[in-house]
């Protein structure tokens, strides 16, 4: 083996291979274990999804817990509670959903009729990019048209066939919910007594601290936006004239668990609706529209100022992270995907926590400039004295090995003539 330094080629030593063949292994194992862990994550969707689900959901309605357990009641008489009210606003969420959807079930073949006449407009795009599949099969040599089959399926079966395995997901959401919210302090008690010495029976109990208040000042908040949301959605499709406004209201307020993907189902919902049941294209494109200013209003201001800049997360790694559960879990994953990255922000917190940018030399904020520049001021000047720092270390490195004055480089005296 050789490494090349300076322009020319030297021999690589064998301990140098050695650590190059070692740090290869290490990332192999690290890379089959990532590889293990998601084949586990998605066979195991029946059992770890509602047990995921019920954990974030456990730490949503911890307060109420401890407030309940603060007036006496028995922690897993407080469980049995958080448990019923749960299933009281399932309960309610289903009435307002079961009525309207029934009536829009009588109207979907009318409905269908009516998108199938407007697709029809859109009949010469479609020939035209079926001229240009033929052209590009005779240029590549290839005969095969693109065909759309439909199986045939019974969608009474289908839902047959989901049922149980949509209970027993259900019951095991349940049934963990309960016992999680009635052993949370003994589950919190037992991790601390793994702890081998006090710094980190702190850092993990204010880990678990911080977990809790995140999840759940975060889950309480976006419920009341989500609520308030589909409120606003409401009286805006009943002010329009949309049909069933309290079933786009209530639709709204759900999709709105999810950022991005449920903003996006929520417009081609309402698109497809108002292709369906409105003539005129402004007439069609205002649902949606009024649901996009309303999205950006919640998104861009309310969210923000409810939330704070303390549980603000990257847009970027939001969208992987839903992308990721969405893939893994389905409508679940996309439920937990935040709160995910809550709890990973706050238990890396804690086990690497980081320092502050603090230079020695601060900046001094101007009038006109903002609290992002002043950041990044702050941070170019530290990493300024931190260069600096480093020049000085070698500087003060080279004088030591610089032979003293009067001798060579040797450390000889030089021969007098």
């Given at each position: ?6 322009g ?17 292994a ?36 911890g ?5 309940l357990e603060?007036?006496g ?11 019923l ?11 307002l ?14 409905i ?22 033929e ?14 089959r439909?199986?045939d399926?019974?969608?009474v ?34 991790v601390?007594?793994?702890c ?52 786009w ?36 494109l ?40 969405l ?21 890396l ?26 950041l ?7 990493i300024r ?33």
């Amino acid at each position: 083996m050789a490494r090349r330094v300076g322009g020319v080629a030297k021999p690589m030593s064998d301990t140098q291979f050695e650590r190059v063949l070692a740090n290869t292994a290490r990332l192999a194992v690290v890379a089959i274990g990532l590889v293990v862990a998601l084949l586990a994550l998605k066979e195991g969707q029946v059992f770890l999804a509602p047990v995921t689900l019920a954990v974030v959901t456990g730490l949503m309605f911890g307060p109420l817990a401890d407030r309940l357990e603060a007036w006496g009641v028995p922690p897993a008489l407080s469980a049995g509670i958080v448990v019923l009210t749960l299933i009281g606003l399932v309960l309610v969420g289903g009435a307002l959903f079961s009525v309207p959807l029934s009536e829009w079930v009588d109207r979907a073949p009318a409905i269908w009729d009516k998108l199938q006449r407007e697709l029809a407009s859109w009949q010469g795009v479609l020939q035209s990019f079926g001229a240009v599949q033929e052209e590009l099969s005779g240029i590549f040599g290839n005969s095969a048209r693109m065909e759309v089959r439909v199986e045939d399926g019974n969608a009474v079966t289908s839902v047959a066939l989901l049922a149980p395995s949509i209970l027993a997901q259900f019951a095991i959401f349940l049934a963990s919910l309960y016992f999680f919210v009635a052993t949370r302090d003994h589950i919190r008690i037992s991790v601390l007594t793994l702890c081998v010495s006090r710094r980190m029976r702190w850092r993990t109990a204010h880990m678990f601290r911080d977990v809790e208040q995140k999840v759940s000042r975060y889950l309480i908040s976006i419920t009341i936006i989500n609520v308030g949301v589909g409120i606003v959605v409401s009286l805006i499709m009943w002010a329009i004239g949309m049909p069933s406004p309290l079933l786009w209201g209530a639709l709204a307020a759900v999709l709105n668990y999810i950022p991005y993907v449920g903003m996006a189902v929520m417009w081609v919902i309402l698109l497809a609706v108002g292709l369906g049941t409105r003539t005129g294209l402004e007439q069609i494109l205002l649902p949606v529209g009024c649901y996009m200013v309303v999205n950006f209003l919640e998104g861009q201001l309310i969210t923000p100022h409810f939330i704070g800049r303390a549980m603000t997360l990257n847009p970027f790694v939001i969208f992987l992270s839903i992308t990721f559960w969405l893939w893994t879990w389905g409508p679940i994953g996309g439920v937990i995907a935040v709160p995910a990255l809550l709890i990973a922000q706050s238990v890396l917190g804690h086990v690497v926590p980081s320092q502050p940018v603090r230079p020695r030399r601060p900046v001094r904020r101007t009038r006109d400039m903002s609290r992002r520049e002043e950041l990044l001021a702050n941070a170019a000047q530290a990493i300024r004295e931190q260069n600096d720092h480093e020049a000085e270390d070698e500087e003060r490195k080279r004088e030591r090995l610089q032979p003293p004055g009067g001798t060579a480089p040797s450390g000889v005296e030089p021969a007098h003539s």
